[in-house]
């Protein structure tokens, strides 16, 4: 009986979706939009809908979702030939959840996450070749935090230090162990 219970609520959940009215797409050539204060108005009201850019080629290069004038779920770009350029994720105009993206020729770009607006847990960079850039750590307060490291283009460790309580420990490339901020509260 109680799966047939579950059964029911899952299929009434999925019709009610289902014909829900799905977003208006709006062109962002349009005159009538315009930003006031980081809100989005479309004709004198905060916009709500989907909005489109494009290229001269009339392919989609992005595709943002807003909800009362304000960044709300997917930003999608692509590039010019159709391939994804980079996802976004927004929550009443702050970034959050996982951000990434990639270069032209397919490799990875960047691998993020953030909890509103701020960075958070692993960053990830790449260079157009592939090559890993940085790999980064942040706290939940999006303060950089443990290991932090940076590569150049052929792969040779660029620096690789440790941040504890806001202080950087380790190899910072060519200025040594200690940053000079690190060096004058030392007095070192």
């Known amino acids: 009986?109680?799966?047939?219970?579950?059964?029911?609520?899952?299929?009434?959940?999925?019709?009610?979706?289902?014909?829900?009215?799905?977003?208006?797409?709006?062109?962002?050539?349009?005159?009538?939009?315009?930003?006031?204060?980081?809100?989005?108005?479309?004709?004198?009201?905060?916009?709500?809908?989907?909005l489109d850019t494009f290229f001269p080629n009339h392919q989609k290069s992005s595709e943002r979702v807003y909800n009362h004038g304000k960044l709300e779920g997917w930003e999608t770009?692509?590039?010019?030939?159709?391939?994804?350029?980079?996802?976004?994720?927004?929550?009443?105009?702050?970034?959050?959840?996982?951000?990434?993206?990639?270069?032209?020729?397919?490799?990875?770009?960047?691998?993020?996450?953030?909890?509103?607006?701020?960075?958070?847990?692993?960053?990830?960079?790449?260079y157009?070749?592939?090559?890993?850039?940085?790999?980064c750590h942040y706290n939940e307060k999006g303060q950089p935090s443990g290991r932090q490291s940076f590569w150049y283009e052929n792969g040779k460790l660029k620096a690789n230090f440790e941040v504890v309580e806001g202080r950087r420990f380790g190899l910072l490339g060519a200025k040594g162990c200690m940053g000079e901020n690190e060096k004058l509260q030392t007095g070192l």
């Not at 609520?9 to 939009?33: G, M, N, T, V």
């Not at 315009?34 to 108005?41: G, S």
Request: a positive charge.
């Open 77 to 126: 770009q692509w590039y010019e030939n159709g391939n994804l350029s980079e996802k976004r994720f927004y929550r009443n105009n702050q970034k959050t959840g996982h951000h990434f993206a990639f270069w032209q020729n397919g490799h990875k770009r960047f691998d993020y996450h953030f909890v509103e607006d701020m960075p958070v847990g692993e960053h990830k960079q790449w």
């Open 1 to 50: 009986m109680k799966f047939y219970h579950c059964l029911v609520l899952f299929l009434s959940h999925i019709l009610l979706f289902a014909c829900e009215k799905s977003p208006q797409h709006y062109r962002w050539d349009d005159k009538a939009f315009v930003y006031q204060q980081d809100v989005l108005f479309y004709q004198g009201k905060p916009f709500s809908g989907v």
């Open 128 to 135: 157009q070749s592939g090559q890993l850039f940085s790999l």
